[in-house]
């Protein structure tokens, strides 16, 4: 291209920085660091749980959390939230100035599974007493009992995965990634749980059994295809709290190159993104995990991680989006407003 002495040059404000993906710290999507839940006035909080002692395969995922990270920043631009060129409108404006957090890492404790277990469900109650929603990134697949059992009740759990993790346990192994969902049927604040995407020919027939005999719902991969979103809703109540657990192999294997248990005929990106959707016009989404991004096996420009962040991005953006939210930030902005008041009078 030639310059063209027609076409005006944008100029911005010599103040205002450009700050492009690769400079700076990188929060989620930019959003300010507060890691003292006690202060913590937001609607979202963003938490790393970077943890893969529960991979008995590949480790690696403990480097997912700040892989997702940097990847988030690219979809930051200077006039806050993004834009979607296919809905012709900017999503996560309002959120992005100020009511989104990133509230940091639980902190890891190697080879002491169960304190580091601790920690993730202080800092996800935390979150939850402050009134704001808990966003995630694991991490494997066995953190999200350490999550969901910060939760109240009744908590309907949708489970997004290729594999039931559903093991019985064996041989004391009782927290690997393979074993989450055992534990978390047994909440008792969990009302329901239903699990999608079900396909690997690694799965065992007792995980099936135990799964079904427990009274969750398990859609295969073939019964997603057939009957769509409607086969997951169509059981939990309108409106019901519902927490999210997102295993990136639920996406087909080609997608996820940075993924240890990727497999074959997955979701597309438009089938996840649509179901997600759905979800969050339906159901009350109250937090939601991504896990089990493996930036060591990932391919050089990191799409796995890229593709976390976008789908964390893009179905936060739809949450945000339903009028249900927008009520729920308007009533957490006063309690916020009457909780400074309270603490206010007491300074005083
Ligand atoms: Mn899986």
Redesign the pocket.
């Known amino acids: 291209m030639t310059d063209n002495p027609t076409d005006p040059v944008t100029t911005s404000a010599p103040s205002q920085r450009l700050d492009m993906p690769f400079v700076g710290i990188p929060s989620f999507m930019r959003a300010p660091v507060h890691s003292d839940l006690h202060s913590l006035d937001a609607d979202i909080a963003v938490l790393g749980v970077p943890t893969d002692e529960g991979s008995p395969f590949m480790p690696g995922s403990r480097f997912g959390p700040r892989a997702i990270r940097e990847h988030s920043l690219r979809f930051v631009s200077g006039e806050g939230g993004y834009y979607d060129p296919q809905r012709g409108r900017r999503f996560l404006q309002r959120e992005m100035g100020g009511l989104i957090v990133d509230v940091g890492d639980a902190d890891i404790l190697p080879t002491n599974v169960s304190g580091t277990f601790d920690n993730i469900t202080e800092m996800t109650s935390g979150i939850l007493a402050a009134g704001a929603m808990p966003v995630v990134i694991g991490g494997d697949?066995a953190i999200t009992f350490p999550v969901v059992r910060a939760f109240g009740g009744p908590l309907h759990v949708i489970h997004l995965?290729?594999?039931f993790?559903y093991t019985p346990f064996v041989h004391g192994i009782m927290h690997s990634n393979s074993n989450a969902f055992r534990h978390i049927r047994k909440l008792a604040q969990v009302a329901s749980l239903c699990q999608v995407g079900i396909r690997?020919l690694r799965s065992t027939e007792v995980m099936h059994r135990d799964s079904v005999a427990d009274g969750n719902q398990v859609v295969t991969m073939d019964e997603f295809r057939l009957h769509g979103a409607p086969v997951v809703l169509d059981t939990i109540p309108k409106n019901a709290s519902c927490y999210v657990s997102i295993?990136i192999?639920v996406l087909d294997l080609s997608l996820v190159p940075g993924c240890v248990?990727a497999e074959p005929d997955g979701m597309t990106y438009r089938e996840l993104r649509d179901l997600l959707t759905a979800i969050a016009e339906r159901t009350d989404v109250t937090g939601f995990d991504l896990v089990?991004v493996n930036p060591q096996l990932d391919v050089a420009s990191g799409v796995t991680a890229y593709l976390a962040a976008h789908i964390v991005v893009d179905f936060l953006g739809r949450i945000c989006d339903q009028p249900r939210w927008i009520e729920k930030s308007a009533r957490r902005a006063q309690k916020r407003a009457a909780r400074r008041h309270a603490e206010g009078v007491h300074d005083g």
């Open positions: 697949h995965d290729a594999h993790d690997s295993d192999d248990s089990e």
